[in-house]
């Protein structure tokens, strides 16, 4: 089965956290708003800073603000980051990781599966996770602006 982590379901709690914060959030207040613990929350801010997604800002008016938009972030990017690099099978990314693969007649087709879920991955970004009503009404906004 794929499944990623919880602590990546969370990570994209997080993002749609932050884009509804109208000044940088620390942990703690990200936190107490999704209803998770602040050492969560701290972890996934860390790593979705390392990998470029967020930004911090030290003193008193500091915490953690989104780097683009999040119909510019994708899917992939949020879960490369809290997982790491994706693929079906070790054969994927390193055809040394089985002594079988030079003879596997599934390692192509695997390979070819898992370039199909990455792209549509990358084609799906984080806005599009919100719900629909949502979508609308900040639709609506950004045309009375």
């Keep these: 089965m794929l499944k990623m982590s919880r602590l990546t379901e969370y990570a994209f709690m997080v993002i749609l956290a ?5 000044s940088p959030a620390s942990a703690d207040s990200l936190a107490k708003k999704i ?4 050492p ?8 979705l800073k390392n990998a470029a997604l967020l ?3 030290r003193g008193a008016n500091g915490g953690y603000v989104l780097v683009k938009r999040k ?5 992939h990017e949020v879960i490369a980051a809290m997982e790491g690099a994706m693929a079906l099978t070790d054969c994927v990314t390193d055809d040394s990781a089985c002594h ?4 596997c007649d ?3 087709g695997l390979k070819k599966v898992s370039q199909v879920i990455t792209q549509a991955l990358e084609n799906m970004t984080v806005s599009e996770l919100m719900p629909t009503a949502e979508k609308k009404t900040i639709a609506l906004e950004i045309k009375h602006e």
């Excluded at 209803?35 to 602040?38: A, P, S």
């Excluded at 119909?71 to 899917?75: M, T, W």
């Excluded at 079988?100 to 003879?103: G, R, T």
């Design 18 to 22: 932050l884009k509804k914060s109208d």
């Design 35 to 38: 209803g998770l613990e602040t």
């Design 106 to 108: 599934m390692s192509l």
């Design 71 to 75: 119909r510019d972030i994708s899917l």
């Design 100 to 103: 079988l693969s030079a003879d």
């Design 40 to 47: 969560t929350v701290s972890k996934i801010l860390k790593q």
């Design 55 to 57: 930004d911090s800002k």
